[in-house]
């Protein structure tokens, strides 16, 4: 996956809930989203921010994704999306997370507080930050 820069963390173990998070923060990263990509890794995901709902046309594989508020809390998490469906609105909703399917729904909760960090920050060099 490109520019998968940073991680997604529980905010309260610290544990690494995704090792390699490509972030798509402009309006074109969010529009491309895994739209024509290759199968994710179980390592992998992307963060959609601003972002309040989702689709899966065009893509080649399901997803899990994980509806979060401002402040990183799991307000839903939807397993096992497959291709051509369309994920709407959670209240709340300010950014979606998505994984291969399988991933996010093996690790989180809804109530459970996420965050992201750069791979710097786990050198000790960059504090994490939220989605």
């Known amino acids: 996956m490109m520019n998968a820069r940073y991680q997604l963390v529980d905010a309260e173990t610290g544990e690494v809930i995704i090792a390699k998070l490509e972030v798509a923060d402009t309006f074109l990263r969010r529009f491309r989203g895994l739209q024509l990509r290759r199968p994710l890794a179980p390592?992998?995901?992307?963060?959609l921010t601003p972002c309040r709902s989702?689709?899966?046309?065009w893509m080649r594989f399901s997803i899990d994704a994980a509806m979060l508020d401002p402040e990183g809390l799991v307000l839903a998490v939807i397993a096992d999306v497959r291709p051509w469906r369309i994920v709407r609105r959670v209240k709340g909703t300010q950014a979606i997370v998505e994984s291969a399917s399988g991933v996010l729904a093996s690790m989180i909760q809804v109530g459970a507080r996420l965050q992201v960090a750069s791979h710097d920050y786990f050198d000790g060099s960059r504090p994490p930050s939220r989605p």
């Open 43 to 47: 390592d992998e995901g992307l963060l």
């Open 54 to 57: 989702i689709h899966t046309h």
